[in-house]
């Protein structure tokens, strides 16, 4: 058997290439957007892909299922659940064997995290003891799967809460507490609350460690799994909408084309664009484009830029010298495909063009303390989500997660002064340079976010509710 994990860290993604190297045949499941990584792993190693498997439409990622297709002529499948998409799919159904030879994979229903979600039981031979499981969305490790992403669309979080426990006890935890278990997401998905930074685990490690495993009634799960989620991230609806669709396909390797400052000038004029600064907090705050958003590289670059943005958008990226290509990938790889071009070279520009440029202001937590001090009006505003303030909060802030301030932002008063903060830094550098290219006068964010203000020792609240 050819087995091999994909790991992709700024979405918290794992893929994988499952093959009979006998047969050469293989699948793909879950695949990111760029596909290049499968097709070459599969050209070295002689496995020809024929089908791609999707354990369910994902919301936090663009996946690669027609990208696939193309390159290989692979089937696309899903769970026989699966409602209609624009493009032909082969349902799987439930206890439904794939043989690629000796290596074959088991079709198990198991929705709860989207109703059409399956996992796929994978043998090193058709009598064999369950080798592995790759369980989508269903079980991560330390986790489960959030039931509460349907919502908008007709499916309640206590229905699907059901069906999930239903799923983990008949279907997954049924197999040896030998079999490894492989997720499609890893820690720091919005999929799930809890997830461990591990890669894998097996269904007996699961089954002692994992909180939404541990004795209780399905009350008590639904209880569980549904509490202290994080707020969903903005782009998920559209994201979800797309997997079903036929889209442009991605050209990983194409670079968005140079604009010079005055056409990415004229494009801000005529209003719509939204162009991204991905430098680090520090590099735009000590000077970026005016009207520009800092949303940096190195973090979760896609998702919180996702946040920010609205699907549609036409972007233009500013990033740190040859990190262009990387920029508009990892934007592709939520759908969104609407970056026209970048800045290039944003240090020279500012230097030669001073009247565009502005600078961001950072606090450090005893300056904002002073300023709270001296300002009775100042506005602060926490971006964090709603698990993260459950321990305490600067007093008198205003609880506006990242996620949502975009459609909230008319609750905020542009003409105050505001402080922005998150945990760390990073959040708050985004939030408040959206403010500012929003209209907002005099805003600035906390260094090190929240915790430095208690390292500090400065005064902090815990939230009524």
């Not at 500013?318 to 990938?329: F, L, S």
């Amino acid at each position: 058997m050819f087995f091999r994990q994909y790991q992709l860290p700024c979405l918290s993604l794992f893929s994988y290439l499952v093959g009979d190297e006998a047969t050469g045949r293989a699948v793909v499941v879950d695949p990111q957007r760029d596909v290049s990584a499968y097709l070459a792993d599969a050209a070295a190693n002689g496995l020809t892909i024929e089908r791609v498997i999707e354990t369910h439409f994902h919301a936090d990622f663009l996946s690669g299922h027609l990208e696939l297709a193309k390159a290989t002529g692979a089937t696309i499948s899903y769970g026989s659940e699966a409602t209609a998409a624009d493009f032909e799919i082969d349902r799987l159904k439930h206890g439904q064997v794939l043989s690629l030879g000796e290596v074959t994979l088991e079709v198990r229903h198991t929705p709860g995290h989207t109703p059409e979600s399956i996992s796929i039981v994978v043998r090193e031979r058709p009598d064999g003891e369950a080798w592995a499981v790759l369980t989508g969305d269903t079980l991560f490790i330390g986790d489960v799967g959030r039931p509460d992403l349907l919502t908008s669309v007709g499916w309640t979080a206590d229905d699907l809460a059901r069906q999930l426990h239903r799923s983990l006890h008949e279907q997954l935890l049924t197999l040896p507490d030998s079999t490894r278990v492989y997720p499609a997401h890893g820690a720091g998905s919005a999929c799930g609350k809890s997830m461990s930074d591990a890669v894998v685990s097996t269904i007996g490690e699961q089954r002692v460690t994992n909180y939404a495993l541990r004795p209780m009634s399905e009350d008590e799960f639904v209880a569980a799994v549904t509490e202290g989620q994080s707020v969903a991230p903005l782009y998920f609806a559209f994201t979800a909408d797309s997997n079903r669709r036929v889209h442009e396909l991605l050209d990983d390797g194409a670079p968005p084309r140079a604009l010079p400052v005055d056409d990415v000038t004229e494009m801000q004029r005529r209003g719509g664009v939204a162009v991204i600064d991905a430098r680090s907090p520090e590099a735009f705050a000590s000077g970026h484009l005016r009207g520009s958003i800092n949303v940096g590289l190195d973090g979760r670059f896609a998702e919180y830029a996702g946040d920010v943005v609205r699907p549609g958008q036409p972007i233009v990226v500013v990033t740190d010298p040859g990190r262009e290509a990387e920029a508009k990938v990892r934007l592709a790889r939520i759908g969104f495909d609407t970056v026209v071009g970048a800045l290039a070279d944003v240090e020279r520009v500012l230097a030669e063009r001073p009247d565009l440029a502005e600078r961001s202001v950072r606090l450090a937590a005893a300056d904002l303390g002073e300023w709270m001090h001296d300002e009775p009006a100042l506005q602060i505003v926490d971006v964090r989500n709603p698990g993260e303030t459950a321990d305490g909060l600067i007093e008198g802030a205003t609880r506006v997660p990242l996620a949502r301030l975009l459609d909230r932002m008319a609750e905020l008063d542009s003409t105050k002064p505001t402080v922005v903060y998150c945990a760390g830094g990073y959040r708050s550098s985004i939030a408040s340079s959206l403010l500012r290219a929003s209209g907002f006068g005099r805003v600035a964010d906390l260094i090190g976010g929240y915790g430095a203000w208690v390292a500090a020792g400065l005064p902090s609240t815990v939230p009524a509710g």
